[in-house]
């Protein structure tokens, strides 16, 4: 009984001890397995912030954010070759020797291993059967070639096997991107590898960036033959407008990826013409990588658009004029289709060449495994060869051309496309109320809001522009209670709204104009009616701030019209849903065929004379008191334009409305106010009827294209007519002086015009039902005030004694220093002086405005020589006045009153008729200001003639006017055709959204 219960205890034990060994040697077992893999996915997890790191680096070094693509893996080597008993980390060449390039010995590649620690190259060998020997692999063959293709700036390898040689015997070089190569990871990364930090691990990878390549998943079709299974040849493959991603022609981007494999054994056919016959082998490869997508044999395995999107996608399909199913007889070119193809034989209940792809392409390795990529074999058919098969007998060549073909191919062609967040559908509506993104909600088939889309695509084209989202004044987007950016557009009391930003605004306008026709009744009105946008305004009741918080459509004429204007400075006004603010433009789409405002032109004279009397106690005595009395006059004179720069009369009823209003403010030096002036001009409407604005055809006909509701042969105004200026009184009209000031000190008044001119123009189509603005320009322009005293002395010759050229220097009248550089205001100044030099010894040239000395009336020599005798008692000076008896008086005056009018032209002139908006659309690039200031009257402007300003594509067109640009300048102009009848092209021709 002992021995058998001895027995029992040792069978327990024993299974116990087997147990136990058991479950330990399989945790070990699954301990290593985990510890493998945790390994494993954190090489993988270096491998990627590497690759990161490279992409930033390379951005770094370029100073460039977009300059990057395709990259693999590299490993560190010195070219020039391994230097024997360098124990430095930079000598590391597993190949060959410095100098001699002979192998290295045993003790050079021990020497080399331990050099390993800047990208190194772990020394694994693998068994090479085929050739029974073993080999460093330090790359990753994922081109299936069995071969080291290396990477870098390498000799060009011709057909023959040897560099090609160029000019003067150099070697001809290029850079290539081959296969991927293995990076160790050591247990300590920043020591050198040896035998106490060995390598633990190994990583590889390849970048190609998914926005520069196309999508293997979605370009090619079979289009020609939806119904049928897929043919063996690719030659049902069509494009026609090129809407979709499977218009994209593979076969024509294989045939050009390497030549040398397509040339041979079929050339490339393709006659967009003469559909259904696409030849070669670069179709038959195409159609293989299109059959795995769509499954074999059986193109039903596409969805058709009645399943995928319902109704209310078969509508858009069928309505949109866009050829979807790629099924256009002939394709468009220079043609049109008399319907929407997409209507014909009821296309939406067919498989469509857009839907998405039963199976797709992932990896590199796809492209090259045979059970994916071939040509199903057909009944009595001989095999023949693959895609695969082609790409293997390229890449084992000899030449670098053929050799590189599938890297080449894999940074062009890749398997996904770049991710679409953020983006707007441009056709549907795919945002929530609140603007966030809806994933394929544009499948919808919702059209948008005009205001929604507006606002939606202008904020993410400002954010894509580079303005910032945040809290602050100065910032224009501002995230609200949900972190989403809104409108937050300071314009008082800084105002951030540019010219740069307006174009923002509108091309998001006219992007949505571009996929619109709303004709609002008007039957002529084909082409749409451009969408109108009008700012909202909100001002920050602390701080009086005045911002643009969003935008309202304008649907009725009526709603602007009567809206109140503003001034950007009053803070007086809280505003409301419908206000206007002086020079903050409305946002208007781009449509062709519309009239729009031109050019505003305008002169202001400003006009200043001054008198100087001389009084005695009596005839015989000397002069004792002098005075002096300035007298100014400013005027102006303006005028507005319209064109109408399409070759077609506007075919319905126009009414333009215009209000051009002037404000000047005449101030001295201390900016206190001395005079202001408004002078509004609010024109009744003018009408014009249909058909009867005429288009532009050519420049000898130009006139008859424009239109001025503002003529300037009949508004011509005063801000200040002729008035004295008396200092601590101000400016008084003519009736109420005749003399200067008695026992006043000379002082010289310092004044400064400033102006401010706003207008605003707007044509309204009268046949549309609301009536539609089509242009509505408002416009607010306050330029650098003009300095009027140191304008008048520009070109003075202030001597300390009194000039000799008082006759031909205007100027020097208005000098305003005074003798011994004397501060004292008693002392006249060298102006004055002159001014009694002139009188003394002859009349200037510039001498036309005559002192109020009746007795010698308007004969200038007789003035001379009576004040000559009345001042000085000299003898008359010229011969008409010998002989003659002169008489002195207690008070005279100098003969001549210093008279030079100082011209300030203002002129706006549009470029671009559709770019009008902003003051900044309105600057010639070859002066910094708007407004000229000089002694010469112009006309004014080009008033009802080309614009001297106007250089569209091809040139200039205004006679005598000198171009500022090139005259192809992409960064300023858009391009349009040109031909020998119009070698600048026409506003008919141009193309939107721009």
């Keep these: 009984m002992a021995l058998v219960m001895t027995l029992i205890l040792l069978s327990v034990i024993t299974f116990m001890a087997v147990t136990f060994l058991v479950?330990?040697?399989?945790?070990?077992?699954?301990?290593?397995?985990?510890?493998?893999?945790?390994?494993?996915?954190?090489?993988?997890?270096?491998?990627v912030e590497e690759a990161k790191a490279q992409l930033v680096a390379r951005v770094l070094a370029w100073t460039n954010e977009f300059d990057f693509g395709p990259m693999v893996s590299t490993n560190y080597v010195n070219m020039l070759g391994f230097i024997t008993g360098n124990t430095d980390p930079t000598n590391v060449n597993y190949w060959w020797k410095i100098g001699s390039g002979t192998p290295l010995s045993q003790a050079d590649l021990l020497q080399n291993v331990a050099n390993l620690l800047y990208y190194p190259c772990a020394p694994v060998f693998v068994t090479n059967r085929l050739l029974g020997k073993y080999e460093l692999r330090s790359w990753l063959d994922l081109n299936r070639n069995g071969l080291y293709d290396t990477n870098g700036f390498l000799p060009e390898i011709g057909t023959n096997g040897l560099p090609l040689i160029g000019p003067q015997q150099i070697v001809v070089s290029n850079?290539?991107?081959?296969?991927?190569?293995?990076?160790?990871?050591?247990?300590?990364p920043g020591l050198r590898h040896s035998a106490s930090n060995q390598f633990i691990a190994r990583y590889a990878y390849i970048i190609v960036p998914e926005s520069q390549t196309l999508d293997a998943n979605y370009i090619h079709n079979q289009a020609g033959n939806s119904k049928a299974n897929p043919d063996s040849y690719g030659q049902y493959y069509y494009r026609d407008q090129g809407v979709g991603t499977w218009e994209g022609n593979l076969g024509a981007f294989l045939y050009d990826l390497n030549t040398n494999r397509y040339a041979w054994g079929g050339l490339y056919s393709y006659d967009p013409l003469n559909p259904y016959n696409a030849a070669g082998n670069a179709f038959v490869d195409a159609f293989s990588l299109l059959q795995y997508r769509i499954g074999l044999n059986n193109y039903g395995n596409l969805d058709r658009v009645d399943k995928l999107f319902g109704t209310r996608g078969v509508a858009a399909f069928t309505r949109d004029w866009v050829d979807g199913y790629s099924v256009g007889r002939p394709p468009l070119i220079n043609v049109s289709y008399p319907q929407d193809p997409d209507t014909l034989n009821n296309l939406t209940t067919r498989p469509w060449p857009g839907s998405d792809n039963p199976n797709h392409f992932f990896t590199p390795s796809d492209f090259v495994d045979p059970t994916k990529v071939y040509i199903n074999p057909q009944a009595g058919i001989p095999a023949r060869p693959t895609f695969v098969d082609r790409m293997l007998t390229a890449s084992t060549n000899l030449s670098s051309y053929d050799r590189y073909t599938f890297y080449r191919m894999f940074q062009q062609l890749g398997t996904d496309s770049a991710p679409e967040s953020g983006k707007l559908n441009p056709n549907y509506m795919n945002v929530d109320l609140n603007g966030n993104i809806v994933p394929n909600a544009a499948t919808n088939f919702i059209p948008w809001e005009p205001v929604v889309f507006f606002t939606n695509a202008a904020v993410r084209l400002l954010m894509n522009a580079g303005y910032a989202v945040g809290i602050g004044p100065t910032n224009i987007l501002f995230p609200n209670s949900l972190g989403l950016p809104e409108f937050h557009i300071q314009v008082y009391p800084t105002n951030f709204y540019t010219p740069s930003l307006h174009r923002l605004l509108q091309l998001a306008a006219n992007v949505y104009d571009a996929s619109t026709n709303r004709s609002f009744g008007a039957a002529t009105a084909t082409n749409g009616f451009p969408s109108v946008f009008q700012p909202v305004f909100d001002r920050n009741k602390v701080t009086k701030s005045l911002y643009i918080v969003g935008y309202q459509e304008v649907q009725a004429a009526t709603d602007i019209l009567q809206a109140k204007g503003h001034e950007l400075s009053d803070t007086g006004w809280q505003p409301k849903g419908n206000d206007i603010v002086y020079g903050i433009p409305l946002v208007i789409g781009a449509k062709k065929g519309f009239p729009n405002f031109n050019e505003f032109a305008m002169q202001t004279r400003v006009w200043v004379s001054r008198l100087l009397e001389f009084r005695r106690p009596s005839l015989n005595a000397d002069v004792n008191e002098t005075n002096q009395l300035y007298v100014a006059n400013i005027s102006s004179v303006l005028g507005v334009e319209g064109w109408n720069s399409y070759s077609n009369p506007y075919p319905r009823n126009l009414e333009i409305r215009v209000a051009a209003e002037t404000t000047a403010v005449l101030t001295n030096e201390m900016g206190t106010m001395l005079l202001t002036n408004f002078v509004p001009h609010l024109l009744p409407v003018t009408n014009y009827a249909a058909n009867s604005w005429s288009g532009w055809t050519d420049e000898n006909q130009a006139r008859l294209s424009f239109r001025i509701p503002l003529d300037p042969t009949n508004n011509a105004f005063m801000f200040l007519t002729n008035s004295a200026y008396r200092p601590g009184i101000g400016f008084q009209p003519p009736i109420q002086w005749t003399a200067a000031d008695r026992h006043t000190p000379f002082v010289v008044p310092h004044w400064w015009l400033n102006l401010n001119t706003r207008v605003r123009f707007v044509v309204i189509d009268k046949d549309a039902n609301p009536n539609r603005i089509v242009d509505y320009v408002n416009l607010n322009h306050s330029p650098p005030p003009?300095?009027?005293m140191t304008k008048l002395a520009e070109g003075k010759d202030c001597k300390v004694d009194p000039t000799t050229d008082f006759a031909n220097n205007p100027g020097s009248q208005w000098c305003t220093n005074r003798p011994g550089d004397s501060m004292s205001v008693s002392v006249p100044t060298y102006g004055m002086i002159n001014q009694i030099q002139a009188g003394l010894f002859g009349a200037p040239n510039w001498a036309k405005n005559f002192t109020l000395d009746n007795t010698v009336g308007r004969d200038a020599e007789k003035a001379v020589d009576g004040f000559r005798y009345n001042l000085k008692g000299w003898s008359p000076q010229y011969p008409n006045d010998f002989g003659k008896t002169f008489y002195k008086s207690n008070v005279f005056y100098a003969p001549f009153d210093?008279?030079?009018?100082?011209?300030?032209?203002?002129?706006?002139?549009?470029?671009?008729?559709?770019?009008?908006?902003?003051?900044?659309?309105?600057l010639p690039l070859d002066r910094p200001t708007l407004n000229t200031v000089s002694f010469n009257e112009e006309s004014l402007g080009d008033i009802g003639g080309i614009n001297s300003r106007y250089e569209p594509w091809g040139g200039a067109i205004a006679s005598g006017s000198t171009p500022t640009m090139a005259e192809k300048e992409l960064a300023a102009k858009d391009p349009v055709p040109?031909?020998?009848?119009?070698?600048?092209?026409?506003?008919d021709d141009w193309d939107f959204p721009t």
């Design 175 to 188: 850079f290539y991107m081959g296969d991927p190569e293995w990076v160790g990871l050591s247990e300590r």
């Design 786 to 788: 003009v300095d009027i």
């Design 978 to 987: 040109i031909s020998l009848s119009h070698p600048r092209g026409r506003s």
């Design 23 to 47: 479950v330990s040697r399989s945790e070990k077992g699954s301990v290593t397995t985990t510890t493998d893999q945790a390994l494993a996915s954190q090489a993988a997890e270096a491998g």
């Design 898 to 922: 210093p008279y030079r009018p100082i011209y300030i032209h203002t002129t706006w002139q549009a470029n671009d008729p559709l770019v009008h908006y902003t003051i900044g659309d309105l």
